[in-house]
């Protein structure tokens, strides 16, 4: 025998609405964290550096809407879950990176908590690539309160050259963002 249990919405106890069903059967879930942060100044990396990609634009509505930070957990060039927030995240990073040389060796990567995640490289040894699209995305588990992420840019230029991580403006060719999926 099969049971239906209709509601509308669903609340915690203490009035905030948690779960929205709508008459067309879509759920709503206003309060689920996710992030979609931008840069607003170019950051140079110096040659044979390991940095942490600098996000300025952070605060959420801001840029016409364009900025997201449910819930405030990106602050810091990082995201960093509660223990109400804990989960597995999808993230996805995209940078675009000048330089007036070579890339030797060239990677961008998440970093959990300190540990390298999955990474991309460019291609060592790119002769003649001054501009490089770098874009790296998947799943990591944050099960515990005060786990975090940020995108690191690990960069070794021929001849020393720094690389210009760039903003651009207008639109944003450097972008960070995530979405809890469970």
Request: aromatic fraction near 12%.
């Amino acid at each position: 025998m099969a049971s239906t249990l209709k509601v509308n919405t669903i609340q915690h106890t203490g009035g905030t609405s948690a779960l929205t069903i709508g008459s067309g059967g879509v759920i709503s879930q206003p309060n689920k964290p996710c992030f979609h942060v931008g840069k607003n100044t170019d950051q140079s990396i110096n040659d044979a550096t390991v940095a942490v990609v600098t996000f300025e634009s952070v605060t959420d509505g801001g840029e016409s809407g364009v900025i997201i930070n449910k819930g405030g957990l990106f602050a810091s060039n990082k995201f960093t879950v509660t223990s109400t927030t804990t989960g597995i995240y999808y993230f996805y990073t995209s940078l675009f990176a000048q330089s007036s040389g070579d890339a030797v060796d060239l990677y961008v990567y998440f970093r959990k908590n300190g540990s390298q995640q999955m990474h991309t490289a460019y291609p060592a040894n790119s002769t003649g690539n001054y501009s490089f699209m770098l874009q790296t995305y998947g799943l990591i588990n944050l099960s515990s309160a005060s786990d975090y992420v940020e995108v690191v840019i690990d960069s070794d230029q021929s001849g020393g050259n720094a690389l210009n991580v760039n903003f651009n403006s207008g639109y944003h060719r450097t972008e960070f963002g995530g979405y809890k999926v469970s």
